[in-house]
């Protein structure tokens, strides 16, 4: 018998009969006899469950996984620490195998949990009005580009250049159809921040908007928000930022400081690492931008007897009602991850959230002080910074990795492998990384500095 | 008897509360540096809840749902088969969820092994050459294949071609990504035997044509028995040929895709290969290329260096560049590897003649009761119009839908695809067994007979669900999207 298929071959025989056949490769007849495969595909043998089990973690045990290591990296995806409750409840196969919540009556522990969400989302975005969730970060930047472009029906957009640089390339895929003109607006490359006059002179009558990542991709928390915002809006372009969901927890909101269009990675609150994804986007706008949020957004409203009724709501927006004309294509989105966010931020609350921005802000802090100080690395950015940061090493980067590695530690990422200087290197550090494997950091960093300098040419 | 209103989180807890536990700083807070200007003094409103609390109102919110561990889900064009538990053993691996995507690829060999097999097995059974794991879903798979069209015509210097021909029976995401791609959309009718009519696609044919999007079976769960004769007239006109794998479960295993003529395509990781909805995602929208548009992929993919070890190749100039920050919801295609390698190509072949045969008893039983939208075998769906039932006894689809719901069913798929009225559209996969097929088709049976001797039973579902019909208008008209929007009505 195969896995999952129930039919016995007296079943197959009865409902064959039903309709007239006998046997089971006629129910293919209407194919073309010359596209049916004579065999079946080679896939290898079909695994019990036990061989499967086995098979997979052999492949496992060739991974090197932070569950055995203190990782430092981030650019983009952080080892926050995970409630046991969060994969707990969100593991409950009504959560997991349940569809999307088309029919209400039957889905309003979806709905409800969605609902809480976009709640949850406007508070630490503060902004009026968030979505059901969009795929990740890089794409709800994009998404969030194409709806000022939309709005302001203006063809120019200023990116900073310190975005993500894989969000940049993102950003482009999708813009590239639609003859929008994307400028990066360069950097600081003393502060690692963008100068408000650059602005100032960059923003042009056709501006659709100004986008910034807050923290920027180096970790740095821009500073004249306020200005910024004044000279943008003065503009008549819209100002979209690209927002770490965690800095709420010390952090004025963005929406608070005067953004139209807030997007971001909600991968650290309560999203496993997972190799790069399942992640999840977010996008939150003032009311005035309700109806361009793509993606689906629950509403409250009530049933006949007056109960609380969580429903899909403004659907008019979407594919499946205006096709083509809809604000964006996005079916399917990232609704179990959603789930463990609210989850995660139920757990955490604002005293956790503080807590967490508090220690991973701390660490951080501690851990660029004592990497300086021991004379193997040098100051890039004097601009202020949250959990992220980055330097230049006066030792070979790829040694350092892998003597970190030797020691159970993942190094942070070399950002040469982002197109940046050989030496220049990006640390994350959040509340999990103890004190002891900071102070192992620093030693191996300062051993293998010592050693290059002595060794041969 | 309903399911009592759960409060919402923001409506729980008490100031001071705490669920989280974290260890204590082990060194200087340094957070009172932050400067004024940027440090945040205001409260942001977030509850304060204790662990139990915060258990209790997601059990209780689960128990809400309606899921496949729960119960049948005929819902046409989403395959809602069942979702392995071993597979979700394996994705919860530590050595596989602790994983960051920018470690060193020497530290990541078994998560890129996981990547390449299904690469090769996915291309194995579509005839497609090499796939990406970047799209997230089925949409954003459709974006990149048109997107991948649209660079493979600039490559020949053919800036002319602008338009994407969809069939009219299309799932609206079709359109919705052609715009997102920069294209006009143009629709060509169905014939009256649910197919694509040739002589409205020879008229659409020219050389602003980029290409065609088709599924196949189609969403009528008709086979397009004309699909040699389709693909090679676009391919003359010089389009190029998109697959959109909704429905690859009618034929996986066999047949292929890629032999029928198509260029590109996507698979729905979280349809055919049983990976979990979640609600609503994460799902995943691998696209595979024949060769010639391998070099527009978006970037990186795996590739295997002379010693036989995976890295991420990024060196691809005529990429069309990303869509996601990394590489997809890895997770999700670790999950249908497990997948396939529990079926294998014969355990797959099995899915789909169970899923036609499933498909089909459900037609033959219910054809006395509701008309089929087209007179032919089906393959793994079957639609049905209740034209005849609404003209009759004032009774809608919608009504149905309510009713099985009542009965202990979620309802089919309702009016989709547009072209059929009151389109009742029940896929019911290869997982479920004869008995619960036979269940539901008693179910529907006796709506059938309610409609005609009590109606007001169909019209005033559901009865028996925590709520009964929402008013879907109001919440239109009047958006109340967040807790906030509560507390001002309350004003």
């Known amino acids: 018998m195969t896995k999952y298929i129930p039919h016995t071959s007296e079943d197959e025989q009865k409902m064959l009969a039903e309709m007239g056949l006998t046997r089971m490769s006629e129910l293919f007849s209407e194919i073309p006899a010359d596209l049916m495969l004579e065999e079946e595909p080679d896939l290898g043998p079909a695994l019990s469950e036990y061989e499967l089990r086995q098979y997979f973690r052999k492949l496992a045990r060739q991974n090197v996984a932070g569950d055995n290591a203190a990782i430092f990296l981030g650019a983009g995806s952080y080892d926050h620490y995970i409630p046991a409750a969060v994969s707990a409840l969100a593991g409950r196969s009504e959560f997991t195998t349940a569809y999307t919540p088309y029919q209400p009556e039957i889905s309003q522990g979806t709905l409800q949990a969605i609902f809480e969400f976009q709640s949850y989302m406007t508070l630490l975005t503060g902004m009026d009005v968030s979505n059901a969730s969009m795929y990740d970060g890089a794409m709800s930047l994009a998404e969030a580009v194409l709806m000022a472009r939309a709005q302001s029906r203006r063809d120019h957009v200023l990116l900073a250049a310190n975005i993500h640089p894989l969000y940049l390339e993102t950003i482009k895929t999708y813009c590239v159809p639609h003859g929008i003109t994307l400028d990066l607006l360069a950097y600081n490359e003393t502060s690692g921040m963008l100068d408000t006059e650059s602005i100032r002179s960059a923003l042009k009558e056709d501006t659709a908007a100004l986008v910034v990542a807050l923290p920027s991709f180096h970790g740095i928390m821009q500073e004249n928000l306020e200005e910024i915002t004044s000279l943008v809006h003065n503009n008549k372009s819209l100002f979209i930022v690209s927002w770490d969901p965690t800095a709420a927890g010390l952090y004025k909101t963005p929406g608070s400081l005067g953004a139209d269009i807030v997007t971001g990675e909600a991968q650290s609150l309560g999203q496993d690492l997972n190799f790069g994804g399942p992640y999840l986007g977010f996008i939150a706008v003032t009311e005035k931008l309700m109806r361009r949020l793509p993606g689906r957004i629950v509403g409250l409203s009530e049933d006949k007897d007056g109960r609380r009724a969580y429903v899909l709501t403004l659907q008019a927006r979407e594919q499946h009602i205006r096709r083509d004309k809809a604000t964006s294509n996005i079916c399917t989105n990232q609704g179990l991850n959603a789930l463990r966010a609210v989850i995660y931020l139920a757990f955490t609350g604002e005293s956790g959230l503080r807590e967490v921005a508090k220690q991973s802000y701390s660490k951080a802090h501690y851990l660029y002080d004592e990497l300086l100080a021991s004379g193997a690395w040098e100051k890039r950015f004097d601009g202020p910074f949250y959990k992220e940061f980055s330097l230049f090493y006066r030792g070979d980067c790829k040694l350092l990795n892998q003597a970190l590695l030797d020691e159970g530690i993942i190094g942070g990422l070399r950002l040469s492998r982002v197109g940046d200087d050989e030496s220049a290197y990006l640390i994350a550090v959040t509340e999990k990384r103890s004190r002891e494997d900071m102070d192992r950091f620093v030693k191996i960093a300062s051993t293998v500095y010592s050693a290059g300098k002595g060794g041969p040419k | ?491």
């Open chain 2, 1 to 491: 008897m309903r399911l009592k209103s759960e409060a919402l989180l923001f409506e729980q807890g008490q100031e001071g509360r705490q669920a989280w536990s974290l260890p204590a700083l082990d060194c200087e807070d340094r957070s009172s540096e932050i400067k004024p200007e940027l440090a945040r003094s205001e409260k942001l409103g977030l509850p304060a809840l204790s662990e139990l609390e915060v258990v209790r109102h997601f059990t209780a919110l689960s128990q809400k749902n309606y899921s496949i561990d729960g119960g049948f889900y005929p819902l046409g064009s989403c395959t809602m088969k069942y979702n392995p538990k071993i597979n979700e053993e394996v994705a919860s691996l530590s050595a596989f969820s602790s994983l960051h995507p920018l470690q060193e690829s020497s530290t990541v060999q078994g998560a890129l092994a996981v990547l390449d097999e299904l690469e090769r097995h996915l291309s194995s059974l579509t005839g497609f050459d090499r796939f990406t794991f970047q799209p997230s879903a089925g949409a954003q798979g459709e974006l990149v294949g048109l997107l991948t069209i649209r660079a493979y015509h600039e490559s020949r210097g053919d800036n002319s071609r602008t338009k994407i021909l969809v069939p009219d029976a299309a799932h609206g995401t079709n359109p919705a990504s052609a715009t997102s791609a920069g294209f006009k959309t143009v629709e060509i009718k169905s014939d009256s035997r649910g197919n694509m009519d040739l002589d409205a696609l020879k008229a659409a044919l020219g050389d602003d044509v980029a290409g065609l999007m088709l599924t196949n079976p189609n969403t009528l769960g008709l086979f397009e028995t004309n699909i040699l004769e389709i693909t090679r007239l676009v391919h003359e006109a010089g389009g190029l040929l998109y697959y959109d794998g909704a429905n690859a479960n009618a034929i996986i295993g066999q047949c292929r895709p890629g032999d029928m003529g198509f260029d590109v395509c996507h698979l729905n990781l979280h349809k055919t290969f049983s990976t979990p909805h979640g609600g609503g995602g994460p799902g995943s929208g691998p696209v595979g290329v024949k060769e010639f548009l391998v070099p527009f992929l978006p970037k990186p993919m795996v590739e295997k260096d002379d010693n036989g070890n995976f890295y991420w190749d990024d060196n691809r100039p005529a990429s069309i560049g990303k869509v996601h920050a990394f590489y997809g919801n890895f997770a999700v295609a670790l999950r249908a590897l497990a997948y396939i390698k529990s079926l294998g190509g014969g355990g797959l072949r099995e899915v789909s003649s169970h899923a036609v045969l499933n498909a089909n008893y459900i037609r033959v039983k219910l054809q006395d009761d509701w008309e089929p939208a087209v007179n032919r075998s089906s393959m793994h769906e079957v639609v049905f119009s209740g034209r005849k039932q609404k003209h009759k006894y004032g009774v809608t689809t919608l009504d149905v839908a309510k009713r099985l719901i009542d009965l202990g069913y979620h309802p089919p798929t309702m009016y989709f695809p547009l072209i059929v009225e009151e389109a009742l559209m029940i896929e019911p996969t290869e997982t479920e067994s004869k008995e619960t097929l036979d269940s539901f088709i008693a179910a529907m049976k006796q709506i059938s007979r309610e409609m005609k001797e009590s109606p007001e039973l169909l019209k005033e579902a559901p009865v028996k669900q925590p709520i009964g019909r929402p008013d879907e208008a109001r919440a239109a008209r009047l958006p109340r999207l967040t807790f906030a929007a509560l507390s001002k009505d309350k004003d």
